[in-house]
């Protein structure tokens, strides 16, 4: 309120507004109660009267006498009141990240533009360095949407390309659109793209246009949908995961979330599906225990035998098969369970298994982990840090001491100087990575990777390098990949994913910005191959993987070794179980060279032998017949001349008689 008497511009000033405004004065005070925030100074020129709501400010002006100026009249000019509405600024918000359409009558009347479109307030982009990072080349070989589209797809750095058509036609109509999509969920699945020339010159204006997109920045795409993490409730904790799956909430389980919704999960033991196994591997012994016995079996009333009656191939594999289950399981450390018995199966007077189902579901109960053991090839060690990681039909049950001699190791890449504050990176950097080669070299483990021209701090570089070597197709087909770190040195280290000799990273400059400027004089070192023995027994190390060599009781077991420590490491113990003992038991008479493809080989030779004596004997039958019937065609003939001679001399003998 200016004072009575007070000439215009003499008791209402910049400086006198000011004092009114600041501190704990009843103007302020006023103004605070109303929750209109003051900002800015009249003496700066910016100062700004806000509803903390964002809504309008109205502005009153009562005058009572003779008044000039004020607001909105020149000075001079006779002030009869006036009343102003402020206008506050009104921004639109996109609740899911689509676009926003501004339309009606006259939008501009609100300070808004008709149309699709709008940039995200407030964004940035800050890049993961878990997800990968790729660059393409356009020129005049692929500068079409369909040529850009494929270049991105061939580049398989975790964005997928497609054309979508809105049917649109006439002139001037542009009805296909570039749709690009994350492979991946959650909310550090959005992109930045960003467009550079070669040679120094600056990137086409008319792709930056088209493609360049930085959410904390120029915004020349549109997202139609915004990366989102799933959230939940589990037991009324907020969780959030960045797919659609959820691990960790509750120990041993994953959620799958299918949609938005409430429902109640159970987790129990699933006591159910392992009775039903049980019952059904008890079944299928009995089942072959009936037709072993069936090719053997004799019975006396009506004389008809087994086609196997009496083949010791068939009562080796009963007694082989009924000494196996017998038998007590080796090897098995921290359990109670050694025996079928201990669960309740057992064999019948008849040579059936049996299962008594209320000490199986007793052993359920108490000892439900252990069952597994039984019928499994199960490793346990008393070293967390090794774990089981297969066995071959010649690795033997039992309690093996581990002793480790040297650890396996990564490739790494170790830079000897701490980064800069900021390390600039040229227009047109290659590298040359090689990661993960082998002897003799292979072509695929070596790629150029393209790094985008700018300054970056330690942190930005070590994404920067991580995703553009994670990047490359080659390298993660393989399996191949990297991490990137920074020591307490600030120096930058990078290390390869995999272990062993086989562990290795190399970087070269090509062209630009030289390797030393990131690492120094700083050397490569490959990775190295785990080595100890199993039992005492002589092992292959590859990689972080221990095997057991042949020719010992450990022949084919493979552990995997992690952890710090060398020298002796606890002890291993390797239970084959039935099941994986009967399967062992099978293999030998089923396989190609198998007891049964051994006997049926020396039945058929036997069968060809039979065959071919008999032939034989056939032929001498035929030479005997033969010669059988010669001497029978000569005796005929002989008995014939000696009749004719027999009829001669008769009557020869009776003219004789007759003329005596």
């Given at each position: 309120m200016q004072g009575a008497n007070v000439a215009g511009g003499a008791g209402v000033t910049a400086a006198s507004l000011d004092a009114a405004l600041s501190g704990d004065t009843a103007i302020s005070r006023a103004l605070a109660d109303a929750n209109i925030t003051v900002t800015g100074t009249?003496?700066?020129?910016?100062?700004?009267?806000s509803n903390a709501d964002g809504s309008n400010v109205a502005l009153t002006e009562t005058v009572t006498g003779n008044v000039t100026g004020g607001i909105g009249n020149t000075a001079g000019t006779a002030n009869i009141g006036s009343s102003v509405t402020a206008?506050?600024?009104?921004?639109?918000?996109?609740?899911?990240?689509?676009?926003?359409?501004?339309?009606?009558?006259?939008?501009?009347?609100?300070?808004?533009?008709?149309?699709?479109?709008?940039?995200?307030?407030?964004?940035?982009?800050?890049?993961?360095?878990t997800r990968t990072a790729g660059n393409i080349v356009i020129d005049s070989t692929n500068n079409t949407l369909q040529g850009i589209m494929d270049a991105i797809n061939k580049g398989n750095f975790g964005v997928t390309a497609s054309i979508v058509s809105d049917g649109s036609t006439g002139t001037g109509a542009t009805p296909n659109h570039l749709v690009l999509t994350s492979s991946s969920t959650g909310a550090n699945s959005t992109m930045k793209i960003t467009l550079a020339g070669s040679g120094g010159d600056p990137a086409d204006p008319d792709l930056v246009k088209l493609l360049g997109y930085d959410p904390g920045g120029d915004q020349n795409l549109s997202q139609k949908a915004a990366a989102a993490d799933t959230l939940a409730t589990v037991n009324g904790i907020a969780v959030t995961s960045s797919g659609t799956s959820i691990t960790g909430a509750v120990t041993g389980v994953t959620f799958n979330a299918l949609k938005i919704g409430s429902t109640s999960v159970t987790v129990a033991k699933d006591s159910s599906t392992l009775t039903n196994s049980v019952n059904s591997f008890v079944k299928a012994y009995n089942d072959l225990n009936t037709q072993l016995a069936a090719l053997g079996s004799y019975d006396p009333d009506t004389k008809a035998a087994g086609p196997l009656l009496g083949d010791s191939t068939l009562r080796n594999l009963s007694s082989s098969v009924r000494a196996t289950l017998s038998s007590a399981i080796a090897g098995l450390q921290s359990t109670s369970l050694t025996s079928l018995s201990q669960i309740g199966v057992s064999f019948q007077k008849d040579g059936s298994l049996a299962v008594d189902n209320a000490k199986l579901q007793k052993a359920i109960?108490?000892?439900?982990?252990?069952?597994?053991?039984?019928?499994?090839?199960?490793?346990?060690?008393?070293?967390p840090d090794?774990?089981?990681?297969?066995?071959?039909?010649?690795?033997q049950a039992g309690s093996y001491g581990i002793n480790i001699t040297q650890l396996a190791t990564q490739g790494t890449l170790q830079g000897n100087v701490p980064l800069p504050a900021e390390t600039t990176i040229d227009q047109d950097t290659t590298w040359t990575v090689t990661l993960d080669d082998t002897t003799p070299p292979t072509l695929a483990n070596t790629a150029t990777i393209t790094l985008?021209?700018?300054?970056?701090?330690?942190?930005?570089?070590?994404?920067?390098?991580?995703s553009s070597i994670n990047g490359v197709s080659a390298f993660s087909n393989a399996g191949a990949a990297v991490t990137a770190t920074l020591g307490d040195d600030g120096s930058l280290k990078l290390q390869s994913a995999s272990y062993g000799a086989a562990s290795n990273l190399k970087i070269t400059?090509?062209?630009?910005?030289?390797?030393?400027?990131?690492?120094?004089?700083?050397s490569a070192v490959d990775g190295l191959d785990v080595v100890g023995t199993i039992g005492g027994y002589s092992a292959t190390g590859k990689g972080q993987v221990l095997t057991g060599s042949p020719g010992g009781p450990v022949d084919g077991l493979k552990l995997t070794v992690k952890g710090d420590t060398l020298g002796a490491r606890g002890t291993f113990g390797f239970s084959q179980g039935y099941a994986y003992m009967l399967n062992t038991l099978a293999a030998g008479y089923l396989g190609s060279s198998g007891t049964i493809?051994?006997?049926t080989k020396g039945l058929n030779a036997s069968v060809t032998d039979i065959a071919t004596q008999r032939a034989s004997f056939a032929d001498r039958l035929t030479d005997i017949e033969k010669r059988y019937r010669t001497q029978y065609s000569a005796l005929d003939t002989t008995i014939a001349s000696m009749n004719s001679t027999q009829q001669f001399l008769t009557q020869q003998l009776a003219q004789l008689a007759a003329n005596s």
């Open positions: 009249a003496a700066g020129g910016d100062l700004q009267f206008v506050g600024t009104i921004t639109l918000v996109s609740a899911d990240g689509s676009p926003i359409t501004v339309g009606g009558s006259n939008p501009a009347a609100a300070g808004l533009t008709a149309g699709v479109g709008g940039n995200y307030l407030s964004a940035d982009f800050s890049a993961d360095s109960t108490n000892n439900f982990n252990d069952i597994a053991g039984l019928f499994a090839a199960v490793g346990r060690s008393s070293d090794i774990t089981f990681s297969s066995s071959s039909t010649k690795t985008p021209a700018g300054t970056y701090n330690p942190s930005q570089l070590a994404t920067l390098l991580q400059t090509a062209t630009g910005t030289d390797v030393s400027a990131v690492f120094g004089t700083g493809a051994s006997r």
